[in-house]
């Protein structure tokens, strides 16, 4: 390692990149861990040496009465005292592991292992906070992001044409709705349908991130009627173009968002070379809403809370009470309600008398779930951030729109419409980012109102 970061020799500078990654693989997870603890510490910034700058930085005396400085060379020569040690205090504020960054990034195969050097990292880090190797993770995340700009990735349409080791990588990191069999994969590559993918030169015939598109008449509710469309309509008569699943490749570009980019990106040109579409939009999981609608309906005695929120109007707790009775009983309509969500078994969703009292409670909820439950003044729910930070608005909520067993898991089959409004997309994001402001259809704000009237009368009682 010492030897990739000191050496300047070209060749002898490409032999110790080569055997400190080729080194790096053949460690354990633990030698790892000790490896890149090691660089976080060792080869950090010299500190002694920055607060001797700054404390020579202190010391200069500023031109007199806060007046400019005339532009002669006499004015010049009494700031390039300033001028030295600010170049200096530059120099010196770079920790000494940013020269193996920089020189692995240029390396052939380099950024690949940066990025699984990354994913390491994290994985560390999930286990054990440690400050040096965050620093270490802030800093090379910062330089991944420079690296991987739009300006340095390309746009790719992937087709059932491609290489089979690029169609493999498809299959083998779709991370949304899995892809079943070749079959499946043909229909998805196929008419009506399109796949792009973000590759880097770098990283050959692997997709950074890919986004897999529907091309549609309406915005879809159930991710079924995607999945399962067939045949699909002609795509002269398509008018809304649905993005139904996106997904990272590489663990390690985590925090990198390069989701962003490549919707921005397949807008643009999904309008152009299809002037029909006027709607984008998405199909979303709501991957955090069962945890926290779960921790609502949880009976006090399973947290210790000495505060439990009536969830439920009278009339609705009074139909989940007699429509329940042949599965579950309990104390009261929230704690049915939390038995029948924990259950991994998911009976509630073939009788239909049951799901129907369910749905206007639980649609209620997910509305106030993603308007309202926030962390840090941004949405709580991690799908709903990454689409509202890029602009989207939440168009509609969805009943037992994904009837796997992931999406019952996750969100009681609930799924989301983003919608991408060309238009509006710039002010959106810019309102979300400076206020936390979330843009909703007036449908959405309506659930959201009815939440509201209970919360009302609750405060009555």
């Not at 001797?52 to 004015?75: A, D, F, N, R």
């Not at 009261?332 to 008398?353: F, R």
């Amino acid at each position: 390692m010492h030897s990739a970061i000191s050496m300047n020799k070209t060749g002898i500078l490409d032999n110790a990149l080569n055997d400190f990654s080729e080194g790096y693989f053949g460690l354990s997870n633990e030698n790892r861990r000790i490896l890149l603890l090691t660089l976080a510490r060792e080869y950090d910034l010299n500190r002694k040496q920055v607060r001797e700058l700054m404390k020579q930085y202190l010391e200069l005396e500023l031109p007199s009465s806060g007046k400019p400085v005339e532009i002669t060379h006499e004015g010049e020569g009494s700031l390039s005292a300033f001028y030295r040690i600010e170049r200096n205090l530059r120099h010196s504020l770079k920790p000494m592991y940013e020269v193996l960054f920089e020189r692995l990034n240029t390396h052939p195969g380099g950024l690949r292992f940066l990025s699984i050097m990354r994913a390491d990292i994290l994985s560390f880090l999930a286990e054990e906070n440690i400050v040096s190797l965050r620093a270490l993770d802030s800093y090379l995340k910062e330089k991944l992001i420079t690296w991987l700009s739009p300006a340095n990735l390309q746009l790719h349409n992937i087709t059932w044409d491609d290489p089979a080791s690029l169609l493999e990588k498809i299959v083998a990191y779709e991370a949304v709705h899995p892809i079943s069999n070749l079959l499946d994969l043909k229909r998805r590559l196929g008419v009506g349908r399109r796949c792009f993918g973000y590759l880097h030169p770098s990283i050959p015939g692997e997709p950074l991130i890919f986004i897999e598109v529907a091309l549609l008449k309406n915005v879809a509710k159930t991710i079924q009627e995607v999945l399962l469309d067939d045949p699909p309509i002609p795509e002269c008569e398509a008018a809304c173009a649905l993005f139904y699943s996106i997904s990272s490749t590489q663990p390690g570009l985590s925090g990198v968002n390069l989701g962003k980019f490549l919707i921005k990106r397949v807008i643009d040109l999904v309008r152009r070379d299809m002037p029909g579409i006027s709607i984008f939009a998405t199909l979303s999981p709501i991957p955090g809403y069962m945890q926290w609608l779960l921790s609502k309906l949880a009976p006090a005695e399973i947290f210790n809370s000495t505060f439990i929120e009536n969830l439920l109007k009278p009339e609705e707790e009074s139909a989940i009470l007699d429509a329940a009775k042949e599965f579950t009983t309990g104390k009261d309509g929230m704690e049915v309600i939390w038995k029948l969500l924990s259950s991994t078994s998911y009976q509630w969703i073939n009788s239909e008398k049951l799901s129907l009292v369910l749905s206007t409670p639980l649609m209620k909820l997910c509305a106030r779930y993603l308007l309202q439950e926030k962390k840090r003044g941004k949405a709580l729910d991690s799908v709903g951030n990454f689409h509202l930070q890029n602009g989207a608005m939440i168009g509609r909520i969805n009943w037992m729109a994904d009837r796997s067993e992931n999406g019952l898991k996750q969100s009681a089959g609930i799924m989301v419409n983003y919608i991408y409004e060309v238009e509006h997309i710039e002010e959106n994001a810019e309102s979300y980012f400076s206020m936390g402001k979330i843009q909703a259809s007036d449908e959405v704000k309506n659930y959201l109102e009815c939440q509201e009237d209970l919360q009302e009368e609750t405060k009555v009682d």
